[in-house]
Every structure is written in structure tokens, then in C-alpha cells.
């Protein structure tokens, strides 16, 4: 199974920029799905952004326009960079994805999640 680390996380003011990294323990090249979630206190997880290997992408209508979700297959990498930041992006982060060589798999027992990383934007 794939090991995801994300890194990048931290405390910004409202209005600030982080970038997020995803970093994978083997080539990407053959994963389909890979995709942004975060999860806020008392809250349920929700997904941030994804990035299908083909290029498509797609967004939570909450942070179209602010963040933008891509992947480097050369580094095994992939990022969500985030501008003007709102409190309510304040959550933890984490990255998941398929299993390589199976589209569908994100989110199951086959697929791979990293340990999160947290974000708090102050007001």
C-alpha cells in the first residue's frame, strides 16, 4: 500500500497562503484518484480537491477560486495551494488516494490516507 506523508500545514492569519504537500512512498504515475479532504472539529470529513491522472480536477464549491489542487507524477508529489485563507478552512488536512493500477479504490480498505496535517487560520 501506498504511504502518504503531508506536510505543510500550520497557523496563518485570514487572507494568508499555505501550500500542502503530499508526498508518496512510490510513483503516482499509475494512481488515478488522488484527492485533498479535511476534516474541523465536530465535524465530518469532506473532500477539498481531487486530481485524476489525466488532469482533470475538481473542487468543494467552498474553495473554488482559492485553492488549487495539483500533482508532480516525476516527484511522486502532490500539493493544494491555498490563498486567502478564511477561518473556516481551519481544519486538519489529509491526502488520499487509490491503490496504483485500481481507479475506484480511494476511500476503501485498498486505498491509502496520510496522517493529516493540521491548518488554523485566525480571524
Known amino acids: 500500500q501506498v504511504q502518504l506523508v503531508e506536510s505543510g500545514g500550520g497557523l496563518v492569519q485570514a487572507g494568508g497562503s499555505l501550500r500542502l504537500s503530499c508526498a508518496a512512498s512510490e510513483s503516482i504515475s499509475n494512481i488515478n484518484n488522488m484527492t485533498w479532504y479535511r476534516q474541523a472539529p465536530g465535524k465530518e470529513r469532506e473532500l477539498v480537491a481531487s486530481t485524476i491522472v489525466t488532469g482533470f480536477t475538481i473542487y468543494a464549491d467552498s474553495v473554488k477560486g482559492r485553492f488549487t489542487i495539483s500533482r508532480d507524477n516525476s516527484k511522486n508529489m502532490m500539493y493544494l495551494q491555498m490563498n486567502r485563507l478564511k477561518p473556516e478552512d481551519t481544519a486538519v488536512y489529509y491526502c488520499?488516494?487509490?491503490?496504483?493500477?485500481?481507479?475506484?479504490?480511494?476511500?476503501?480498505?485498498?486505498?491509502?490516507w496520510g496522517q493529516g496535517t493540521q491548518v488554523t487560520v485566525s480571524s
Open positions: 488520499a488516494s487509490d491503490r496504483p493500477g485500481i481507479p475506484g479504490s480511494i476511500g476503501t480498505i485498498l486505498g491509502s
